[in-house]
């Protein structure tokens, strides 16, 4: 074994490099190979090294007040093509189930009127936006992009721990984290057949273009920004860059006659599809907040009169409702007629007779949850919380039992990763990444692999001071001579991508007032 790995001592979960102590799994043979020569100083050295990588290309987050360099740790996160092939089915599934449901619950309503689903969780929801109703997506995608979060248990199976359709963020971190591992360990990528994740930013634009109005044969796409106070514009603008489109803020917008347009230097020109990047409330506010000024007033009248497409689609946060989440299940096998795939977490419905008080009871030895929290906020561990936060989480629940659920706790699988004593055992969860262009969904091969930096953590997000992997999908032996050598040089991918950009918008300026609130909120929910 190599001497990296001599202090290494499993943790009381799944280990996803070793199935015992000194005994590899099969799909991490040729990593501990190539980590055999070096010790922990050396991997210092190179994380030191891609830090400074990171910080020159501006990959970067925000973490307690300060911008700092994007935290990936050197030891990947290895798939095999098995594993890959249950997850990217389970994952497809659960998006078609979400995309079934968001159109029956703006249309139709028929798992309510057939008891799958109690009408107070959509009534009750937040997100429930009766402006969306009426809305008929062009090609009846409301999901373009979904993010749905995975965890593997202390048996090794794969469980979905939430879903995430209104503006999954993250995507961004998956193709840099390959690209600095491809400049850090090039042997390795010649050695084993890694399936490429460069492909993301066409399959998105194809996905964005087939969303196109009817009866528009070349459409304009743009990707919509709060701004660069936003927590996520790093990504927005990659995958600007990434799809040839421009990147624009709600002043660059302007809406006539139910139509959209860009304001460039060439004059206004039409635009027919919006990724948009900013919660709902901030979006339209002649619509929803009246006070946002990052967004473009009239927006939601041109979707709703069929003349744009906003991707995603408006009011998909009741799908991302983690009591949702619990009848995810039930409607998979009520849409699709099939049965899930990837399992949920065992959880519990405080709003439903009996539940309540069962969860009373064991709020110790449960994980209690908001249904709206997002980025680890506001999760109670009961387990590992004092005796005055459980006092204070029953008291919540109680008094709003359709704000909460509770899950049994999951020892989330470890993968050892560079800490500051060498390398430990850290937990990980994995959120891929789903495209739906309405003919098919696509699973973009690998995800973003979040890890718990600190010992012991459960919560990953990078929000709470958690960190990265690059996560490796190991093609078919049939797939082997295609994936080697299939990496895409990335300033290949950039100049492609700038030469393709249609006239720059005119330019920017912005209140800080408004931009803040939006980066706060959208920080919260994203990460």
Not at 253 to 265: A, D, K, P
Request: proline share 8%.
């Amino acid at each position: 074994m190599a001497d990296i790995f001599d202090a290494y001592a499993l943790a009381d979960a799944w280990d996803e490099m070793f199935e015992r102590p000194g005994v590899v799994r099969t799909a991490y043979e040729p990593l501990l190979a190539a980590l055999q020569p070096m010790d922990a100083a050396e991997l210092r050295f190179r994380a030191d090294q891609m830090a400074r990588s990171f910080t020159d290309r501006g990959v970067t987050y925000a973490f307690a007040g300060e911008e700092r360099p994007w935290p990936l740790d050197l030891v990947p996160r290895i798939l095999d093509a098995l594993e890959w092939d249950l997850i990217q089915r389970g994952v497809a599934q659960r998006v078609k189930a979400l995309e079934a449901y968001l159109a029956d619950a703006y249309g139709q309503a028929r798992a309510f009127e057939d008891g799958v689903v109690p009408w107070r969780l959509l009534v009750n929801s937040p997100h429930f936006h009766r402006a969306a109703q009426g809305i008929e997506p062009p090609n009846g995608v409301r999901v373009h992009v979904g993010g749905i979060d995975l965890v593997r248990d202390e048996e090794g199976e794969f469980r979905v721990l939430e879903d995430n359709v209104r503006v999954p963020s993250g995507v961004s971190y998956v193709i840099e984290n390959r690209r600095a591992m491809t400049r850090m360990f090039p042997s390795l990528f010649a050695e084993q057949p890694v399936r490429p994740v460069d492909a993301y930013g066409q399959r998105l634009l194809a996905a964005l273009r087939a969303a196109a109005p009817a009866g528009v044969t070349d459409p304009a796409v743009v990707v919509l920004t709060p701004g660069p106070s936003n927590a996520a514009y790093f990504e927005h603008a990659l995958l600007a860059r990434l799809m040839g489109v421009q990147l624009v803020e709600g002043h660059d917008l302007v809406c006539s006659g139910n139509r959209v347009w860009m304001r460039t230097t060439r004059g206004e020109m039409p635009v027919h599809v919006v990724y948009r990047r900013l919660d709902d409330d901030f979006l339209d506010p002649l619509h929803f907040r009246p006070d946002s000024v990052i967004g473009c007033p009239g927006i939601l009248n041109a979707a709703q009169a069929g003349n744009v497409t906003l991707a995603n689609a408006v009011g998909n946060g009741i799908a991302d409702d983690k009591l949702l989440y619990t009848y995810v299940p039930d409607l998979i096998r009520y849409y699709l007629s099939e049965e899930p795939i990837l399992p949920n977490v065992e959880s519990y419905r405080p709003d439903e007779p009996g539940q309540l008080e069962a969860v009373l009871d064991q709020v110790d030895q449960l994980v209690i949850k908001p249904v709206d929290g997002a980025g680890g906020s506001g999760i109670v561990i009961g387990p590992h919380a004092d005796a005055a936060t459980l006092e204070q989480v029953r008291k919540e629940v109680a008094a709003d039992p359709r704000g909460w659920i509770a899950q049994r706790p999951v020892a989330l699988s470890t993968s050892p990763t560079l800490a500051p004593g060498g390398v430990s055992p850290r937990h990980i969860d994995l959120r891929p990444f789903a495209v739906n262009d309405g003919n098919d969904v696509w699973v973009l091969p690998g995800g973003l692999t979040r890890v718990a930096l600190q010992e012991g953590n459960l919560i990953v997000n990078s929000s709470q001071g958690g960190g990265s992997k690059d996560t490796w999908v190991l093609a078919p032996a049939r797939r082997a001579a295609e994936a080697f050598g299939a990496e895409t040089e990335p300033d290949a991918a950039d100049a492609e991508g700038a030469a393709a950009a249609p006239p720059s918008v005119a330019p920017r300026h912005l209140g800080p007032g408004g931009r803040r609130a939006v980066s706060e909120q959208e920080a919260a929910q994203q990460q």
